[in-house]
């Protein structure tokens, strides 16, 4: 009869103070429950996110950090069957839940200046541009240039602005792969041409448009695309590109000191120069050829760079519509005290930890 006392005084003393938080109880024997201490949910959702963070498809989109939400842009397509989204937008405050906005251009802005769908695009936030406090650059499927247009939103719509760069003016024959990043006044265009990939600086206006500043230094060789670049600090600059690897696609980067370069391998050896750089993202047993790494954005303690990206599912390559899908994920990668990252990872489906914060 006394356990059964001890014992409905001890669950008595557990449900009644445990909500608490912190609390001290100790039962009529002297050796039941000493205390309970409640630490919250340990449910996954409070602690990891779930990839693809974006399916069916993001495909050559981009990942722009607003004032107060981080807003997606996608290649335009169709996520379902007849129905086009010129560049439709996704809107999220945590990178990992993300909610359908409207599309980047509407219909009667749909860039005319040269054929076929935008197929790849970059954007960025300039504020100190008045008026014009977004920017986007991108390609179209059936041409050779870099487009550019302005709104005073992130998800847009876009005003178109035509042609911006053509390859005669800088010695290339197809210019590809847009990446628009800002630093703090300082504005910075990336493009692949025919032998490699370059970085130059930038002149924004509202009423002006965009012109080039400077000329163009290449900081990859062929064989690298899709570029991104991140800051950790002034001195700690990442390049990350897509690379082949033969049977399909890997995300490879590497480090330098200055924004125009020179990038370098852990040995020293230069990506200009043709060094792949180190792995970064590989593919994983469900998820295959990472690449077109759109944005990296560091967690509050630095310990981490979360890269958000594309990858196919494994036989899942294709929307019913006919368009490529190409989902977004969003990998953590872990930084080490000398900078480089501590190893590579594998684009998988399902929980990923931690949750960017």
């Known amino acids: 009869m006394k356990t059964i006392i001890k014992f409905i005084a001890a669950a008595f003393c557990v449900g009644a103070l445990a909500p608490m938080g912190m609390t001290s109880c100790t039962d009529m024997g002297g050796d039941g429950i000493d205390s309970v201490l409640w630490q919250g949910s340990q449910n996954p959702e409070n602690n990891n996110f779930r990839n693809p963070v974006f399916d069916p498809s993001l495909e050559g989109g981009t990942v722009v950090k607003g004032a107060s939400m981080y807003v997606a842009l996608s290649a335009t397509t169709q996520w379902s069957t007849g129905l086009t989204n010129i560049c439709p937008a996704l809107t999220s405050t945590n990178l990992m839940a993300w909610q359908r906005a409207n599309d980047g251009f509407t219909a009667e802005g749909n860039p005319t200046w040269g054929e076929g769908r935008v197929n790849s695009l970059s954007a960025d936030y300039a504020r100190a541009v008045t008026g014009a406090t977004y920017w986007m650059f991108y390609t179209l499927e059936g041409g050779n240039s870099i487009g550019s247009a302005s709104a005073t939103t992130a998800q847009g719509p876009y005003t178109d602005r035509g042609e911006f760069l053509t390859p005669a003016e800088v010695n290339a024959t197809k210019l590809a792969?847009?990446?628009?990043f800002v630093v703090s006044t300082s504005y910075y265009l990336c493009y692949t041409a025919d032998d490699g990939v370059y970085i130059v600086k930038m002149k924004l206006n509202k009423n002006n448009g965009a012109s080039l500043n400077g000329t163009p230094t290449k900081i990859a060789a062929a064989g690298m695309s899709d570029v991104a670049i991140f800051r950790k600090s002034s001195s700690e600059i990442y390049l990350l590109a897509t690379v082949s690897?033969?049977?399909?696609?890997?995300?490879?980067?590497?480090?330098?000191?200055?924004?125009?370069?020179?990038?370098?391998?852990?040995?020293?050896?230069?990506?200009?120069?043709?060094?792949k750089g180190e792995l970064l993202i590989e593919s994983g047993s469900t998820m295959l050829n990472p690449g077109n790494p759109m944005r990296v954005f560091l967690n509050s303690e630095q310990t981490h760079a979360f890269v958000a990206y594309n990858a196919t599912e494994a036989g899942n390559g294709q929307m019913k519509s006919g368009y490529a899908r190409r989902p977004m994920m969003?990998?953590?990668?872990?930084?080490?005290e000398d900078g480089w990252f501590k190893t590579s990872v594998k684009a998988e489906k399902g929980w990923a930890t931690p949750k960017f914060e």
């Open 245 to 275: 690897n033969g049977s399909g696609t890997e995300i490879r980067y590497g480090k330098a000191s200055d924004i125009m370069g020179p990038y370098v391998d852990k040995s020293g050896s230069s990506m200009a120069d043709g060094s």
């Open 177 to 180: 792969d847009p990446f628009f």
């Open 330 to 336: 969003v990998s953590p990668v872990e930084l080490a």
